[in-house]
């Protein structure tokens, strides 16, 4: 059977340690019913694979594969598919029950996988669909915002703009809806990032969130969007969204939340996991390939951007440990990509 390298993590070692990712050799996959087989061109490193390296414990026996964004070559595929042939270039964030992008051939199902827009770099095209999936999910499907309608300017605040979430969403509210776009960024040159991207107002979230929005004159919020950590702004979203507004939130919390902080609001709140159709296969599988199709539309007619900010190179164990240190200090802004492995 044939072999592919692959880029694994044994146990969670920090990303400075010499065998932090080691590499081993593994059977290239078979293509089965919906999936395509794909050799992986480029990848992307999102905080969510830091986290689950972290969260190795002990020392596995079988070595954990991690990566979920890549953008690929069709190889085979399975015979029940029916969007894709051998020779195309797709983009996909994976599936998290199933070994991920860190090697040179991936397993993906068709419903989650979309065409690779045209005009892009493969490290561009790979920084695109996990952020795109969080992104759109949550602030179409989750917080329900409006599409674009005449005079209707109801105000998104995007907590943690400058990230890969972050990002895509400012795009996405800008393009597709009628919002005021409002992004929190710490620093001078993500501030300049989130306004380029079109946030509409920049505020720091190291200072008084509270009172910035005053000074918009805003009291509250009908929409909050928090790419960041839920604790330290549980209070404060409480506060800061409207009666009847709505949260959604995409990090996990360890801590208990006082839900009733939201309550007098009736306010809704809702978690964003992009990984949810595929693990438990749901019927809304099909949209996200549907989703990364539409993006690939955008991004032709210069709606939509790529956020690759951070090129690390060819794929092995030296660069991805870059890429992780780099992801993990926690002041990325953008993506960070890698090319297919020498």
Request: proline share 5%.
């Amino acid at each position: 059977m044939d072999q592919m390298k692959a880029f694994a993590v044994f146990e969670a070692l920090p990303a400075n340690h010499p065998d932090c990712f080691v590499r081993v050799d593994r059977p290239v996959p078979e293509a089965k019913g919906r999936d395509l087989l794909v050799r992986v061109d480029a990848i992307a490193v999102n905080p969510t694979d830091v986290k689950d390296r972290n969260a190795v414990k002990g020392r596995l026996e079988d070595p954990l594969i991690l990566g979920w964004d890549f953008c690929g070559t069709v190889v085979a595929t399975g015979s029940d598919v029916g969007r894709f042939a051998v020779g195309d270039k797709v983009i996909a964030a994976g599936d998290v029950s199933r070994p991920g992008c860190y090697a040179e051939y991936v397993l993906v199902d068709e419903r989650i996988t979309g065409h690779k827009p045209v005009g892009l770099t493969d490290e561009q095209a790979a920084s695109l669909p996990l952020t795109t999936l969080a992104a759109w999910e949550a602030l179409f499907e989750k917080l329900k915002i409006p599409e674009v309608r005449h005079g209707a300017q109801p105000a998104l605040l995007i907590i943690g703009g400058a990230g890969g979430v972050g990002s895509m969403a400012i795009q996405f509210a800008r393009q597709l809806s009628s919002c005021t776009v409002i992004a929190t960024a710490s620093r001078p040159h993500s501030r300049d990032w989130c306004l380029d991207l079109g946030a509409h107002h920049v505020i720091d979230h190291s200072g008084d969130l509270k009172k910035q929005l005053r000074d918009l004159g805003l009291d509250v919020v009908p929409y909050i969007l928090n790419c960041s950590d839920n604790l330290p702004y549980w209070q404060l979203m409480s506060d800061l969204v409207a009666p009847e507004g709505a949260v959604c939130l995409l990090s996990s919390t360890k801590a208990r939340l006082d839900l009733d902080l939201f309550m007098v609001k009736s306010a809704s709140i809702h978690y964003q996991l992009m990984f949810t159709p595929s693990f438990f296969q749901t019927e809304t599988m099909t949209r996200q390939g549907d989703i990364l199709d539409d993006l690939s539309a955008l991004i032709g007619s210069g709606r939509i951007r790529h956020v690759l900010t951070r090129s690390f190179g060819p794929m092995d164990v030296s660069s991805l440990a870059r890429a992780h240190h780099e992801v993990e200090q926690g002041r990325m802004i953008g993506k960070a990509g890698l090319s297919r492995p020498n």
